[in-house]
């Protein structure tokens, strides 16, 4: 079992920077593919970055060239870097992991791919 802690949220006004942390509590190295998911009051989770072992990352087509994705194996931490906030990206913020043995992995947002979910953190940008 796979337990997976973020944190970074918070409130932000539009236009602002936000950057959140997810550390799991396996060596990242040991992950196939991890990601980021969000799900905004009445609407469904979506995919909004994910990064697999071969350092490959993808973003879905909202928060391209916005949003950074990345990880840092001696923190065995992973980032998602958020910058130019809008109100449209209020959500609740999920982080994912796919276990994963030594095979190159690249990235994915098809949820059902995942095996590990965080609690969540909520972040919140006004106009």
């Known amino acids: 079992q796979v337990q997976l802690v973020e944190s970074g949220g918070g409130s932000v006004q539009a236009g602002g920077s936000l950057r959140l942390s997810c550390a799991p509590s396996t060596h990242i190295l040991t992950i196939a593919y991890m990601g980021w998911f969000r799900q905004a009051p009445g609407k469904e989770r979506e995919g909004v970055a994910s990064?697999?072992?071969?350092?490959?990352?993808t973003y879905a087509d909202s928060v391209k060239g916005r949003f950074a994705i990345s990880g840092d194996n001696a923190k065995n931490t992973l980032y998602l870097q958020m910058n130019n906030l809008t109100p449209e990206d209020t959500a609740m913020y999920y982080c994912a992991a796919r276990k994963g043995g030594t095979t190159s992995w690249g990235p994915s947002l098809r949820q059902n791919e995942y095996n590990y979910w965080g609690q969540g953190t909520q972040v919140t940008v006004s106009s």
């Open positions: 990064i697999g072992n071969n350092g490959v990352t």
